[in-house]
């Protein structure tokens, strides 16, 4: 009976698996979860009437070879990844419901991974973390109260390994199309003297990409050691990646493609003198992230326990690229005499560079009894970071390059401080009402040069932003189990976010962004038993302020964003898995969306022949589609297994999607379907090796040409009879193999 309800939570939210997969395996011994008490304010239960999909270790690691984790969750519902290098590795993206990364909350272990300002979270600074967590919930929606900034349409919390009882060593290797491979050793010492537990991972990735000159190579580790004594555990984390990666962001015009194929990659491009074309071979990011997490977690009783858990995160890195015919009074340089000539513009070498850190606490303070589940929790962090610039190289320049020129600095700090009390309580049986208020303070700050320059004023454009946000996030529901197999919820959600970095140095300081707000309404239904699992969700979420993709990028490749006053997005998920015998699942689930900006205005620049801003034109629209924001989106699973023998077909479709909000038919990313075919084999050696695994992946088993990103934006020249619109297209690879092999011992 315990099983059947625990299935007809789960499914709700998954439609990845038939069968639910619960937080907690019980164990006689508490080690072997040792901080699974750290997430439980963050995660959404059988009693929470959100839509969430858990997914555990098992179903990470059957498809763990080395693309992001991005990639590894395009089974969960409404979810669609991008890629730059086109082989889901190194610069991947996610969106939940049409939201950008930007507004999709990411923590592990309770603790909040989006970068401060951007909001957004690198996959690529985090390269094989899936080989270090235990487990995972994708909430869609407003979700439940978190800590960061980015919880905004979804949220996605992992968790990290647990304690293992007994020593274990381990290896995992892929190697496959475009050079691709992946080396992974992780050891642990088990229990030692009934207190102690040490855990390790070494990993590197790399690839050619699929995109020329692409390349990836990405190194990372995770440590933690772990102590226990009676009801308290304590825990030190420390993870890190490193990164260089070649620009990919740039994206090919179909134009581009036709002629030099659907390969071609124009970041770093530049030409000698003689009209030669080359290819700048530093044209690369480098990064290096450090994580540290201390977790504390105490239980009093049967009823009551603590999570606290202090953070640091450590980054600095740069990245770099060659400009042509740039001016030098951009970049604080002066003008040289050569062949009895001013020379005031050349090409040149830049490099952006940050220097950040970010610590904080999360906490929260729980209580369970009979009828009550409660938790009060809060968090306090503080971000401070810099930003500069150097010129490195410049062609042909009379005089001496001083190393510590900078041409730009600015310095940012932002402190986010928020404090919230949930509960869920059964009102009568089967019954339970939920509600959940958080209260957020945001204090940001910005101050010194963009790298931006004011031509109408001759001087880098100056940054002094100070900002204030104070914001209240109320959420309220129901949720029924009807019976055994049945169970409904309703809820009602409010959440508000602050605008991005990009939001104030993008844009104009006489018309800042606004603050977003969401108000989410939710209605859900399952049906469970031992062979079938299905589950509906309706969705409303009415935008106001929403800061949508816009289809253009900045000079790093970063996606723009504008408010548009009033939005909404609604969805229909439909989930469905069937189970008929020992060795066979189908699982499938689709979304029916329509994501409308009410009153659309398209504002679209006059250029002169010269190429000077010479107007602005602003033309009304009724209503029109969010860019980015696909109708449809399909995903379907077919998986076996006999003894050691697995095999899953797996297949996304995805609907056209508008580039940007203004429908324009030539601007559009069109609809596109991709399978991936997986096999494996598994046996268990009767000594020494306790099993090894061997399979291969087919990537786009039918060779689908598509894109799944890109930009796009339009204009008019000279007047508005003569528009011309523009789009790059983030081509991806067509079929590829990945071989994999692992060990256990």
Known sequence: MKKMIMMTAAFLGTGIAVHA???????????????????????????????????????????????????????????????????????????????DGTRINITVNGIPMNDAESHNLFWVNMPDFSSSVKDLQVQRGAGTS????????????????????????EFNGSYGSFNTHKETVKIGTGLLDNHWTFDARLSNIGTEGYIDRASVNLNSYYLQGGYLAGNTSIKLITFAGKEKTYHAWGYATKDEMKEFGRHYNPCGK?????????????????????????????????????????????GDGYYEEYKEDRSYLEYGLKPFIYNEKEVEESDLV???????????????LNYT?????????????????????KVIWIENYIGTLSPNHEYYRNKSKKTDGNIYLKASYDLISGLSAYADLQYRHIDYT???????????????????????????????????????????????????????????????????????????????????????????????????????????????????TENVPNSYRMGLELMLGIKPCEWFQWDINATWSKNRIKNFIETIPIYNTKGYLSDIVSTQH?????????????????????????????????????????????????????????????????????????????????????????????????????????????AQAGTNVMAHLSFRF
Request: charged residues 20%; neutral net charge.
């Open 21 to 99: 997969q619960t937080s907690a395996t019980s164990d006689s011994l508490k080690v072997i979860n040792l901080q699974e008490v750290q997430v439980v304010s963050t995660r959404a239960t059988s009693k929470t009437p959100v839509a969430f999909t858990n997914i555990g270790k098992d179903e990470l690691k059957k498809i763990n070879f080395g693309q992001d984790i991005p990639y590894l969750l395009s089974m969960a519902p409404s979810t669609l990844t991008t890629s730059d290098a086109g082989a889901g590795i190194g610069y991947t993206t996610l969106r939940i419901r049409g939201t």
């Open 146 to 169: 978190t800590n960061g900034a980015g919880a905004f349409g979804a949220s996605v919390n992992m968790q990290t390994e647990g304690a293992s009882m007994k020593p274990y060593a």
């Open 350 to 364: 830049r490099q952006k560079k940050m220097d950040n850190k970010f610590g904080g606490g999360v906490f929260s």
């Open 446 to 560: 910005i101050d010194g040069t963009n790298d931006k320059y004011d031509w109408n004023k001759n001087i880098p454009q100056p940054l002094a932003v100070d900002k204030k946000f104070n914001f209240f996030n109320p959420k309220i529901g129901l949720n029924w189990n009807i019976t055994l197999n049945h169970r409904a919820y309703a809820s009602f959600s409010v959440a508000q976010k602050e605008p991005t970095r990009n939001n104030y140095t993008e844009g104009n300081p006489g018309s800042y962004p606004k603050a977003e707000k969401l108000l989410d309404y939710e209605v859900g239904y399952s049906f469970s038993n031992p062979w079938l699992a299905a589950g509906a969700n309706f969705y409303y979420m009415d935008y106001t302020d929403q800061l949508v993709l816009t289809g253009a990028l900045n000079e790093i490749g970063e996606p723009l």
């Open 622 to 730: 009724k209503s029109t589609r969010i860019a980015f924001s696909p109708d449809f989106l399909l995903n379907n699973r077919f998986s076996f297994h006999f003894k050691g023998f697995e095999a899953a077909l797996q297949s996304q479709f995805v609907g056209k999607q508008y580039m940007t909000n203004a429908e324009v038919e030539a601007l559009t990313l069109d609809k596109y379907f991709v399978s991936n075919l997986n096999v494996a084999y598994t046996f268990k050696p009767q000594k020494l090796v306790k099993d090894i695994t061997f399979g291969v992946t087919i990537y786009n088993l039918f060779n689908e040409e598509y894109e799944n990103n890109g930009w796009a934006s339009s204009s008019y020249e000279n007047d508005v009879n003569h528009r011309i619109d523009v789009a790059g297209y983030a």
């Open 270 to 314: 530049y030409t000698d003198k003689d009209k030669t074309v080359h290819y700048y071979d530093d044209q690369t990011d480098n990064y290096l992230q450090k994580n540290y997490q201390l977790l504390f977690n105490h239980t009093f009783s049967n009823a009551w326990n603590l999570n606290v858990a202090l953070h640091y995160t450590k």
């Open 369 to 389: 009894d009979n009828r009550l589940i409660a938790s009060l929790g809060g968090g306090l962090n503080q971000y401070q970071g810099n930003n500069f610039g």
